[in-house]
């Protein structure tokens, strides 16, 4: 008789290229991004100062370094946070992707378009069809009605009204809204206004969702409530997502990856697991100090591999499974864990392993 497999809670991210994989090329292309604010940023840029720290690059030069030196790629169907502490750049960062503040230099493509290069109407026609953002404040039209707000992207877009009405209808659908179509923004909590906000970006069907920092003035139940949602949306619709963020857990709970920024840079980035795991410097570490690192890693980080001849015939379990919901398992069964993908076996999970991983918190 086959050990039936304990299925996982948690799917780490595959190593390289989040949960949604590395297929094809990478829809978001940032290549050494740079925003400097200031008189002649652009000579800042390959000179010595550049690599100045940001206080001293201040008092020399009267420039500030928003962002400096950035580059990653975003594939399609991925779940990409940046956060980073107030003034970190995470809010640059994302603007500089649609050029809503122009970079002082670097190179960014969003599919195939050269957003570097991209003139203001195709700058207009990237905004309107290929990338939505979500803001903080909802910025809802007051006089229109919810289904009108939704709609609204279309009717910039030129869509007719009866062909918009109903993709507005079929986007409060998909956020649970579609009671309140007749309503006024000011009859909504906030929590129901960020939905309109949300499902309004959906509504034009964008390839990117850039959210910056969305849900920051919500109530902490409701914005649970909307991370949720924003993990829904992303099951059923496949959206690639930039979501920007300066709370950890709501990072680690939405993102396949994460770059941590700091004074500009990104210092880490990497899957929730390699973070909390493997923090690159003190900084990261800091960060991620409570986070209860059995509720983050995956029996993937903690296996072994099988010794010669030793018998695999304990219980198998997913190797995506998080090591706290691997205890069950392990105190129920005398034999090690035996870690799968799939039908294959990748590695052997002792007891000891799981202490270790456990013993580790706070630490």
């Not at 652009?42 to 690599?51: L, T, Y």
């Not at 940046?82 to 670097?106: F, Y």
């Not at 034999?335 to 002792?350: F, I, R, S, W, Y």
């Amino acid at each position: 008789m086959s050990t039936p497999t304990v299925t996982a809670d948690h799917v780490a991210p595959d190593p390289v290229g989040g949960g949604a994989g590395r297929s094809g090329e990478p829809l978001i292309r940032a290549d050494g991004v740079w925003k400097i604010f200031g008189p002649g940023a652009d000579r800042i840029v390959g000179s010595a100062d550049a690599d100045l720290p940001r206080a001293e690059l201040r008092a020399k030069t009267g420039c500030v370094a928003a962002v400096r030196d950035v580059s990653f790629e975003v594939w399609p169907g991925e779940v990409f946070v940046v956060m980073g502490l107030s003034g970190s750049g995470k809010s640059t960062l994302v603007r500089t992707l649609i050029r809503l503040i122009e970079p002082t230099a670097g190179a960014i493509r969003i599919g195939d378009r050269d957003v570097s290069r991209a003139s203001a109407a195709g700058l207009r026609e990237l905004r309107r069809r290929d990338v939505s953002m979500v803001f903080q404040h909802f910025g809802l039209l007051a006089h229109r009605r919810v289904v009108d707000n939704v709609a609204f992207g279309l009717e910039i877009q030129g869509v007719p009204k009866a062909e918009r009405i109903s993709r507005a209808r079929e986007m409060l659908r998909l956020v649970g809204l579609e009671d309140v179509e007749n309503a006024f923004p000011d009859q909504l909590s906030g929590g129901m206004q960020q939905r309109v906000g949300v499902a309004r970006a959906f509504a034009v069907d964008p390839a990117v969702m850039l959210y910056d920092e969305p849900f920051s003035a919500l109530d902490p139940l409701i914005r649970r409530d909307m991370q949720d949602e924003v993990c829904r949306l992303q099951v059923e619709t496949g959206k690639t997502m930039v979501f920007i963020t300066h709370d950890l857990p709501e990072a680690l709970r939405l993102g396949d990856r994460i770059a941590i920024m700091r004074d500009g840079a990104i210092v880490q980035l990497g899957t929730p697991e390699e973070l909390v795991g493997s923090p690159a410097d003190e900084y990261v570490e800091n960060f991620v100090r409570d986070v209860p690192r059995s509720h983050v890693l995956t029996l993937r980080w903690i296996m072994r591999d099988p010794h010669p001849g030793e018998a695999l015939d304990g219980p198998r379990v997913d190797v995506g499974t998080t090591v706290r919901s691997a205890v069950p398992v392990l105190a129920a069964s005398e034999k090690p864990v035996v870690a799968v993908q799939g039908d294959e076996v990748v590695g052997v999970v002792d007891r000891v392993d799981v202490l270790k991983a456990i013993a580790g918190e706070g630490s």
